[in-house]
């Protein structure tokens, strides 16, 4: 499934939103987490690979620099630990994902 401009960029600000909400740690462990979001935000939405969008997503969120905080990749290609994600609503061949809960285990 492809992702167009405005999907990414949908999954970027969603995936963002929650990190702002729910990420343990108001003051985001130390990191500068809207200075994160600005200086990587055109890199990623420039990737056009589902697959490479997705680590470039979960490699934003892993500057966050705390275990067990990332997005994972599709259903279809698990990785282990509690983390974000992005899965797969697709409906009547209209392809949509939408980012998932992001979290952290102690």
């Not at 990737?47 to 279809?76: D, Q, Y």
Request: aromatic content about 6%.
């Amino acid at each position: 499934m492809q992702l167009s401009r405005d999907d990414r960029e949908k999954i970027f600000a969603k995936t963002c939103r929650v990190v702002e909400k729910q990420y343990f740690d108001p003051q985001f462990n130390g990191r500068d987490w809207p200075g994160l979001v600005n200086q990587h935000k055109q890199a990623i939405l420039e990737v056009n690979e589902p697959a490479e969008f997705e680590r470039a997503m979960h490699e934003l969120v892993r500057k966050l620099g705390t275990s067990h905080t990332g997005v994972l990749p599709s259903i279809s290609e698990p990785r282990s630990g509690p983390a974000g994600g992005l899965r797969d609503v697709s409906q009547n061949r209209d392809p949509g994902r939408i980012a998932m809960d992001v979290s952290r285990c102690a």
